[in-house]
């Protein structure tokens, strides 16, 4: 279909964005890499009387790192998390998830910050971004913030970002020593959504484990953080045992919804065996 | 209110004026006659509406008239006339690589822009780099056959599939 009508401003900085959403009321919708809000536009799931495009601010652009932080820019693709040097060094669960969202000329125009402020419970990203316990740094009148990943998203499209405000960077705290990261999902095509996905990373020493992060997605209405996973392998070395309990735990963490494709028993069960998959993965590196 | 945009499209100044609702596909086909930019799904699933946008493959239709002012474009019809795809369209043609065509325009830039990236991908790789790209004709055998046959002999290669 085709989209409904709206007024279109190029915005060239983000205060003069916020600026001209503060001026038009909350009709409002921003655009960056547009894949997301411009199928929402054919599919008239949204008319807008104004769309304030910010792909072309500078300010967002760029990922540079800084006294232990990679700094992304939210209009950052998703191309560039597959191919940048230091996305691949400094945020590897950015670069691990990248080619199993969507498709490449997808990539090639979706944004990073897009696709974490959309939110949407069965994306990549932002399971990848709650494992890695980033911040996300938010511009509003009043000033910046930095919200963290498990603070940031509330609701199936939902987020801390409020009405007006715009998502600058997200801020990867740079790895440690003896970090091992594990990303998968399950899905029925290459580049469809995940019946379920995971996003692991974790801190070995001497094979046991110091840290564990685990974010699932596709399980409910926001991506998961599984702290009892996690509370059953802190302090363990990864084996049968402790993979098991973890596995077992995950039915505490998770609720997951009954749905059209298949009953909430199958989505936990999937659940467990790709985090079995993806620990025994991190076994053999860790 | 309509949006003036100034952009190049294979190689040509293009001065519009748009409603911005207007898609980079719709400026294409009905503004600038270049059809061979197809429009199947309008929400970035089928791909038959791939272009150039400053040298990478996107979806026309997902990619909004008044975005693309001040970038570069360039369609099929424009790749067709560079003689850059030749010997992929000629590949195209002999392993009957196409029935209908509806989607071969999106063929051709995904395997375009796969080979420039990766000059001898493996079938998996060809599958990958096609797996937003819709034939409903069945097409995909001899659709990886063009693009490995092609890979093969732009490396100096037969391009026979064994």
């Known amino acids: 279909m085709k989209s409904p009508a709206f007024e279109y ?24 890499g547009g894949h997301s809000v411009v199928p929402s536009l054919a599919l008239r799931l949204q008319a807008p009387a104004l769309m304030i495009d910010l792909s072309e601010i500078a300010a967002l652009s760029g990922i540079s790192f800084q ?17 940048d040097p230091l996305i691949a060094a400094q945020a590897p669960l950015f670069a691990a998830a990248a080619p199993f969202v969507a498709h490449p000329a997808i990539r090639n125009r979706g944004t990073l910050g897009g696709s974490l402020a959309h939110a949407d419970p069965a994306s990549e990203f932002p399971a990848a ?32 970002i409020e009405p007006g405000e715009i998502l600058l960077a997200i801020h990867v705290p740079g790895p440690v020593a003896g970090q091992v990261i594990g990303f998968d999902e399950i899905t029925r095509r290459q580049g ?24 699932l997605f596709s399980v409910g209405t926001r991506p998961t953080r599984a702290v009892a996973a996690q509370a059953a392998l802190m302090g363990r070395v990864i084996d049968d045992a402790s993979i098991a309990d973890a596995k077992a735990a995950l039915g505490d963490d998770l609720d997951p919804p009954d749905d059209l494709q298949f009953p909430a028993t199958m989505r936990l069960h999937l659940a467990r065996v790709l985090l079995g998959r993806i620990l025994a993965n991190l076994e053999a590196v860790a | 209110m309509k949006t003036d945009i100034t952009l190049t499209v294979n190689g040509d100044a293009v001065r519009e004026a748009v409603e911005p609702r207007t898609s980079l ?22 791909g038959a509406c791939l272009v150039m946008l400053d040298g990478a493959p996107v979806h026309a239709c997902l990619v909004l008239a008044v975005q693309a002012s ?5 369609t099929i019809e424009g790749l067709n006339e560079s003689g850059l795809i030749k010997d992929l369209q000629e590949r195209f043609h002999d392993r009957n690589a196409l029935q209908c065509g509806f989607c071969t325009n999106g063929m051709l830039m995904s395997a375009q822009a796969l080979l ?8 998996p790789e060809i599958r990958e780099a096609l797996s937003g790209n819709y034939c409903r004709c069945t097409g995909y055998e001899s ?17 026979e599939v064994s």
């Open chain 1, 129 to 160: 971004a709650v494992a890695m316990r980033v911040e996300l740094e938010i511009a509003s009148p009043k000033g910046t913030r930095r919200v963290p990943a498990d603070e940031f998203f509330l609701d199936i499209y939902e987020t801390a």
């Open chain 1, 9 to 32: 401003i190029r915005a060239e900085s983000v205060a003069g964005a916020m600026s001209a959403y503060a001026e038009a009321g909350d009709d409002v919708v921003y655009l960056a």
């Open chain 1, 192 to 215: 469809d959504y995940a019946m379920v996905g995971a996003a692991v990373q974790a801190v070995a020493k001497d094979g046991i484990l110091q840290d564990i992060s685990i974010a």
């Open chain 2, 70 to 74: 001040g970038h570069k474009v360039e």
């Open chain 2, 116 to 123: 420039s990236e990766n000059p001898m991908p493996s079938r």
């Open chain 2, 143 to 159: 659709i990886v056959d063009a693009i490995s046959a092609t890979a093969k002999m732009r490396s100096g290669q037969t391009g």
């Open chain 2, 25 to 46: 596909a719709d400026l294409l086909r009905d503004n600038l006659q270049l059809t061979g930019t197809h429009l199947g799904c309008e929400m970035g699933a089928c």
């Open chain 1, 67 to 83: 006294d232990g932080w990679l700094r992304i820019g939210a209009m950052t693709r998703h191309v560039q998390a597959i191919n």
